[in-house]
């Protein structure tokens, strides 16, 4: 078995020279990298073979780096001090991983948080331009994580603006159920537009009263939707009726229960078709499926 000893390795000269031309190359410096440090700065005593050493600090060491992080890292080699122990190099390394890290996730919540506020501007500009149509379909990016209220209540106030322009009624179903959808206590972008445009149509008593319906009502809507798609999920789990499985399977399978049954009944047998919607037939005999006809 391999013993790797870390507690008084130090980095000698030729490997501080060896590893800084490494790190000064730019093809395959990764693999290079891994290889200076499995190789050259620990002292690995063999009982077996090398090859256990190798791969014991290869599994290691290998979840640190990617490709990324390695350039990174290459970038940054001069913040380490090769003349002190392992353990302490190890420590340098994964302190400039880890700023790098949070450097990238702090990039990546910018460049999201740049591309939410471009998509809420490009909404904003439909409506100010009175393309409510369009700002009402707007299809936002999903993988981007949006304040959904103020996305909604812009596009519910585009649409509404829309119908409105197109029925000049402002008793159109549709007009007053996108209004009541948006709430009285919103106060996000376009606010005081959108309060003062609402309040043309209805007190702020009927605003409340008209919004809690249509927040109850899609609650319910939402239940129901919830378990018409547990019914469904437990439909499509359900088998196909088949050959040889017994009444009962048949009322437990996708088909279920027949719209009409025709029964002839024999001395020696009990014959059935079970009628189902668009001429599908299941025959049986003494209560055990023969053909089925779909």
């Known amino acids: 078995m391999a013993v790797i000893n870390k507690e008084k390795s130090l980095v000698d000269e030729k490997e501080q020279v060896f590893l800084r031309d490494i790190a000064s190359?730019?093809?395959?410096?990764?693999?290079?990298?891994l290889r200076v440090f499995k190789l050259g700065?620990?002292?690995?005593?063999?009982?077996?073979?090398?090859?256990?050493?190798?791969?014991?600090?290869?599994?290691?060491?290998m979840n640190l780096l990617n490709a990324e992080r390695a350039v990174f890292l290459k970038n940054n080699i001069d913040e380490i001090d090769f003349s002190l122990l392992i353990e302490d190099i190890e420590n340098d390394i994964y302190k400039i991983i880890k700023d790098?890290?949070?450097?990238?996730?702090?990039r990546n919540d910018d460049k999201k948080k740049e591309a939410r506020l471009d998509e809420i501007e490009e909404i904003i500009k439909l409506i100010d331009n009175k393309n409510y149509k369009k700002a009402s379909e707007y299809t936002i990016d999903n993988t981007i994580q949006h304040d959904i209220e103020v996305v909604t209540t812009l596009k519910k106030f585009a649409n509404a603006k829309y119908i409105y322009n197109i029925s000049n009624d402002p008793n159109n179903f549709l007009f007053e159920k996108n209004l009541v959808w948006i709430s009285p206590s919103y106060n996000g972008i376009k606010a005081e537009e959108i309060i003062s445009y609402i309040?043309?149509?209805?007190?702020?008593?009927?605003?409340?009263e008209l919004h809690k319906e249509e927040r109850d009502y899609q609650k319910m809507v939402s239940v129901q939707s919830k378990r018409d798609e547990r019914e469904r999920i437990v439909e499509a789990n359900k088998p196909l009726p088949k050959v040889g499985m017994t009444s009962n399977e048949v009322?437990?399978?996708?088909?279920?229960?027949?719209?009409?049954?025709n029964r002839t009944t024999t001395a020696n047998r009990?014959?059935?078709?079970?009628?189902?919607p668009n001429f599908k037939y299941i025959y049986l005999e003494d209560g055990i499926v023969t053909a089925i006809k779909d």
């Open 270 to 276: 009990v014959r059935e078709q079970w009628a189902y």
């Open 41 to 61: 700065f620990y002292e690995v005593e063999i009982e077996e073979n090398r090859e256990e050493a190798i791969e014991i600090y290869n599994d290691y060491f």
């Open 100 to 106: 790098y890290d949070q450097s990238q996730k702090q």
């Open 25 to 33: 190359r730019n093809d395959a410096w990764n693999s290079n990298f």
């Open 199 to 208: 309040n043309q149509f209805f007190t702020i008593e009927q605003w409340n």
């Open 251 to 261: 009322l437990e399978s996708r088909w279920g229960k027949p719209e009409k049954v």
